[in-house]
Antibody, heavy 121, light 108 residues
Framework: QVQLQESGPGLVKPSETLSLTCTVSGGSISNDHWSWIRQAPGKGLEWIGYIYYNGITNYNPSLKSRVSISVDTSKNQISLRLNSVTAADTAVYYC???????????????WGQGTMVTVSS | SSVVTQPPSVSVPPGQTARITCGGDNIANKAVHWYQQKSGQAPVLVVYDDSARPPGIPERFSGSDSGNTATLTIIRVEAGDEAAYYCQVWDNDADHVVFGGGTKLTVL
C-alpha cells in the first residue's frame, strides 16, 4: 500500500523559500504521477502543480512564477519549492498521487497527512 | 478557465439522504471527482469519474451529473459522514485542476 509523508520546516520567514519533501513508501515513485495541493486555514483546497514520472511539470497559473516541483528517484521523494513567500502562503501542504485510471482528467487517490507551514517573521 | 461552485453548507438528519451539488458550464461533459475531508484530516477520494467508487468507499456514496450540475448523493446519512465535501474537475484547455469551494455537511 503506497503511503505519502510530507516533511519540512513548519515556519518560514516572509520573502524566503518554502521547501517541502514528500516521501513515498510502499511503491516506486517512478511508476506514478504526483501533485502538491494546499489548504489555507479555514479555506478550501488549492492545487499547486503536478509532476509526471518522466519529469514533465505543470503549475497553477497563480503560482507558476514562484513554484518548482521535482522528484528524486534515488530517495523516492517529491520536492516542492515556493519562493518569495508571504503570509498568504500559510497553509497545510499535501502531496497526493494522481489516479492513473482517471487520465487525463486526473483525480487524487492517495494523500499524505499534510504538513502545516506558517509564514511569519 | 473553468469555475465550479458548491453550496457552503447542507444539513440533513441521520438516516436521510444528502445531496451535494457542484455547478459549472456543461459539467456533465467533464469528469467530476469528489473528496470527503473530516476535520483535521487529509481529503479522501470518495467518487471519481462522475460515479465510480474507489475500493473501501461505501455504496451509500454515489455520483451523477446532468447538464450544468454534478451531484454527490449520500443515502442513509450517518454521524460519521459529517465533513466537508469538495468537487474537482480538470480544466483541459488550461491543463490545470479546479476545486469547488467545498460544502460542509452537517448531520443534525
Amino acid at each position: 500500500q503506497v503511503q505519502l509523508q510530507e516533511s519540512g520546516p513548519g515556519l518560514v520567514k516572509p520573502s524566503e523559500t518554502l521547501s517541502l519533501t514528500c516521501t513515498v513508501s510502499g511503491g516506486s515513485i517512478s511508476n506514478d504521477h504526483w501533485s502538491w495541493i494546499r489548504q489555507a486555514p479555514g479555506k478550501g483546497l488549492e492545487w499547486i502543480g503536478y509532476i509526471y514520472y518522466n519529469g514533465i511539470t505543470n503549475y497553477n497559473p497563480s503560482l507558476k512564477s514562484r513554484v518548482s516541483i521535482s522528484v528524486d528517484t534515488s530517495k523516492n521523494q517529491i520536492s516542492l519549492r515556493l519562493n518569495s513567500v508571504t503570509a498568504a502562503d500559510t497553509a497545510v501542504y499535501y502531496c497526493a498521487r494522481l489516479l492513473a485510471v482517471t487520465s487525463p482528467d486526473w483525480a487524487f487517490d492517495i494523500w499524505g497527512q499534510g504538513t502545516m507551514v506558517t509564514v511569519s517573521s | 478557465s473553468s469555475v465550479v461552485t458548491q453550496p457552503p453548507s447542507v444539513s440533513v438528519p441521520p438516516g436521510q439522504t444528502a445531496r451535494i451539488t457542484c455547478g459549472g458550464d456543461n459539467i456533465a461533459n467533464k469528469a467530476v471527482h469528489w473528496y470527503q475531508q473530516k476535520s483535521g484530516q487529509a481529503p479522501v477520494l470518495v467518487v471519481y469519474d462522475d460515479s465510480a467508487r474507489p475500493p473501501g468507499i461505501p455504496e451509500r456514496f454515489s455520483g451523477s451529473d446532468s447538464g450544468n450540475t454534478a451531484t454527490l448523493t449520500i443515502i442513509r446519512v450517518e454521524a460519521g459522514d459529517e465533513a466537508a465535501y469538495y468537487c474537482q474537475v480538470w480544466d483541459n484547455d488550461a491543463d490545470h485542476v479546479v476545486f469547488g469551494g467545498g460544502t460542509k455537511l452537517t448531520v443534525l
